[in-house]
């Protein structure tokens, strides 16, 4: 090869090289205007995050909420129990259930059921209310994810007869409050939010399931037991 031949090579290549560096020169300020201020502002991002917080979890009406995230649909003497949105949500795929058994006598802010998440040691959840256990759901004992497909509905854990219900209700939450109530919680959990948790998310930042796992790895019982209050 004669070396005017490997000088136009160099030339060429060159040449290339400074194309590609005014490109990238001339395209980000373009970027920039296209996009506007957002795009010269990526810190607030997190406070756009914070704000979604409320609506990551279902708070429905006609429902009552304990703070260790179970609630109570009261009706005919009887209530129903469940665990809530935020509970199915940060446990993930719930895989088992120990339920209490029928006649058992349950108290408002005392244990009284178990979770067995994928992946997670076993965590305790409240009751409540203070009164007996009628029923249990066979439906999610023999299918556990239901709690997680519709927990406010199929997937409702046991009936109980309350026996101070109108004294448990003043420790319960109901309607605007409960969605202020679950609000702080969102807060709370997106301020142990990191980016790889963000990259997990779906629809624009709703947290998927096992919200635990994905933020204390070593240990995400202890988490749940933190917001469970057990």
């Known amino acids: ?19 590609a560096v005014g490109y990238l020169f001339l395209f980000v300020p373009f970027w920039r205007y296209v996009q506007g201020p957002a795009a010269l502002a990526p810190q607030r991002a997190p406070v756009r995050r914070r704000a979604q917080a409320a609506g990551w979890f279902e708070v429905p009406d006609g429902l009552q909420f304990h703070p260790g995230h179970t609630w109570v ?5 009887l209530a129903m129990v469940g665990i809530d949105d935020f509970a ?3 446990v993930g795929q719930v895989t088992a259930l120990e339920l209490p058994e029928v006649g058992t006598a349950v108290m408002q802010g005392e244990p009284a059921l178990r979770i067995r998440a994928d992946g997670m040691e076993p965590v305790d959840v409240l009751s409540p209310l203070d009164g007996e256990v009628v029923t249990v759901n066979p439906r999610v004992l023999k299918d556990p994810a239901r709690a997680n497909g519709d927990p406010y509905g199929d997937g409702w854990l046991f009936m109980l007869r309350p026996s101070r219900l109108a004294s448990n209700a003043r420790q319960l939450l ?6 202020k109530w679950m609000e702080g919680v969102g807060e709370a959990l997106d301020r142990r939010l990191s980016p790889e948790l963000g990259a997990l998310a779906q629809d624009g930042g709703v947290p998927v399931h096992g919200i635990a796992r994905e933020l204390a790895p070593e240990a995400p019982h202890r988490l749940a037991r933190e917001f469970f209050l057990t």
């Open 73 to 77: 649909r009261a009706a005919s003497g």
């Open 174 to 179: 109901a309607g605007p409050l409960a969605r």
């Open 1 to 19: 090869m004669e070396p005017t031949q490997v000088f136009s090579v160099y030339q060429v290549k060159a040449l290339e090289y400074l194309i």
């Open 88 to 90: 199915q949500k940060l």
